[in-house]
């Protein structure tokens, strides 16, 4: 029987974090106005893992069955069949990864984040999913293993939630940015006028004001390369 690894300390603590009830259904709005009534209708038919009455009375989700909930709602753009979406809801709630002491689903969000690399969730039509790093993903495809199926990246809802002003605190309190990108997260959301320039590795990025702005500076800076900031007001 493979040992279970660990997690480092800073991991353990995010994970921990992102498994506190910090969301309700009005959060939703914040990233899609017309999916708060068709959440509800979501949690009532099971798609979020969880059908009990107390449950479905108090409208509460960590981030991990938040960032679920996002998935749903692009499968749903995609008019995947809500039986295929509870079958699959059924088991990410419940397979455990079999590294570490987590579910599988939560160690791809939890990775997606900490590593800052994309992880694509894939889901056939009988509901079954798996999770795959690019390198994975790559070697599978070249066998020929995989059925018909939806290959949906994670990191661009990781990255959408980061890049709203509503959600600061949170970023902050479960050190999802670093302190630097934090301060200059805030500043882009405050200030119509500031610009950010980023050194990352092999060339600098210059963040110019703009409506732009914000999801340019997280799409710059949400990556592993090696960067520094400097603000200009």
């Known amino acids: 029987m493979a040992s279970v690894r660990a997690l480092s300390e800073k ?9 506190e ?8 709005k914040r990233l899609d106005e017309k ?9 009532t038919l099971g798609l979020l893992g969880n059908t009990t009455d107390e449950a479905i009375g108090q409208d509460k989700f960590n981030f991990y069955e938040f960032m679920w909930a996002l998935i749903i709602r692009e499968l ?4 995947f069949d809500n039986d295929i ?22 160690k791809a969000i939890l990775f997606t984040l900490v590593n800052r690399r994309d992880s694509f969730f ?5 509901g079954e999913f798996e999770v795959y790093r690019p390198d994975d993903l790559t070697r ?13 990246n994670i990191l661009p809802l990781v990255k959408g939630f980061l890049y709203l002003g509503d959600f600061i605190g949170y970023v902050s309190e479960h050190e999802l940015l ?6 200059a997260l805030q500043i882009l959301h405050s200030s119509k006028e500031a610009s950010v320039t980023i050194e990352l590795s092999n060339k600098t990025v210059t963040i110019k004001p703009g409506k732009q702005a914000v999801l340019e500076f997280i799409n710059a800076v949400f990556t592993d390369e090696t960067k520094k900031l400097s603000i200009q007001l």
């Open 76 to 79: 749903k753009e995609l008019n």
């Open 21 to 28: 009830k910090s969301f309700g259904i009005k959060d939703i």
């Open 35 to 43: 999916n708060v009534r068709q959440l509800r209708y979501w949690i």
């Open 85 to 106: 979406i509870k079958r699959c809801a059924d088991e990410i709630f419940s397979r455990v990864d079999k590294s570490y002491d987590m579910l599988e689903f939560e």
């Open 122 to 126: 894939v889901i056939n039509k009988g």
């Open 178 to 183: 670093k302190e630097n990108e934090l301060r």
């Open 140 to 152: 599978i495809a070249e066998k020929n293993r995989f059925d018909t199926c939806v290959v949906l």
């Open 11 to 19: 991991q353990q603590r995010i994970h921990e974090g992102l498994k």
